[in-house]
T-cell receptor, first 111, second 114 residues
Framework: SQKIEQNSEALNIQEGKTATLTCNYT??????LQWYRQDPGRGPVFLLL?????KEKRKERLKVTFDTTLKQSLFHITASQPADSATYLC??????????FGAGTTVTVRA | GAVVSQHPSWVICKSGTSVKIECRSL??????MFWYRQFPKQSLMLMAT?????????EQGVEKDKFLINHASLTLSTLTVTSAHPEDSSFYIC??????????FGPGTRLLVL
């Protein structure tokens, strides 16, 4: 099965610090990995997509890396703000557009 | 940006009744939509793939006769939970695939079966 694991269920950090979230996958490397933000009682919101041949991708204060050797993607939120508090989901694609999601990491940024 | 809506946002029903949830892509056409279910503190689990003009395909362990899917047009898919039971209470989320192959998610529907 195409398993996705997000090892940390929760992450608490001080405002201004960098949050780093980990996503590990099994078996073969997916063509791409996606990261989503989910707020309580809401559907996921797409943040970033990183392809297998890309080492790093950035979008404003967000950075994602893809290491096919470690079978791992890291998601960084730099200069974190309380508004960044949410659950972040990693997903891998399979069979065309299907996505397999990790359990998510809930980030809480303290002011 | 691409917007996907769901209706209703929440629903409470009695055990044994059927509930229909609508998923609409508001500003783009989607030949493919997906239906997910999410239990508290768990990840999204894919239930089925909804294809416009053809039958839905269901993931292993999902009863197709219980979760009826109709993709009537390029902007609308419906999920009907038939003969709902308390264990069907969950957060149901749909997504629609845009022309750029990105999945855009709806806001979700909270179902509570009493």
């Amino acid at each position: 099965s195409q398993k996705i694991e997000q090892n940390s269920e929760a992450l608490n950090i001080q405002e201004g610090k960098t949050a780093t979230l980990t996503c590990n996958y099994t078996n073969y490397s997916p063509a791409y990995l996606q990261w989503y933000r989910q707020d309580p009682g809401r559907g996921p919101v797409f943040l970033l997509l990183i392809r297998e041949n890309e080492k790093e991708k950035r979008k404003e204060r967000l950075k994602v890396t893809f290491d096919t050797t470690l079978k791992q993607s890291l998601f960084h939120i730099t200069a974190s703000q309380p508004a960044d508090s949410a659950t972040y989901l990693c997903a891998r694609a399979y069979n065309d557009y299907k996505l397999s999601f990790g359990a998510g990491t809930t980030v809480t940024v303290r002011a | 940006g691409a917007v996907v809506s769901q209706h209703p946002s929440w629903v409470i029903c009695k055990s044994g009744t059927s509930v229909k949830i609508e998923c609409r892509s508001l500003d783009f056409q989607a030949t493919t939509m997906f239906w997910y279910r999410q239990f508290p503190k768990q990840s999204l689990m894919l239930m089925a793939t909804s294809n416009e003009g053809s039958k839905a395909t269901y993931e292993q362990g999902v009863e197709k006769d219980k979760f009826l899917i109709n993709h009537a047009s390029l902007t609308l898919s419906t999920l009907t939970v038939t003969s709902a039971h308390p264990e069907d209470s969950s957060f149901y989320i749909c997504s629609a695939v845009s022309g750029s192959k990105t999945q855009y998610f709806g806001p979700g529907t909270r179902l509570l079966v009493l």
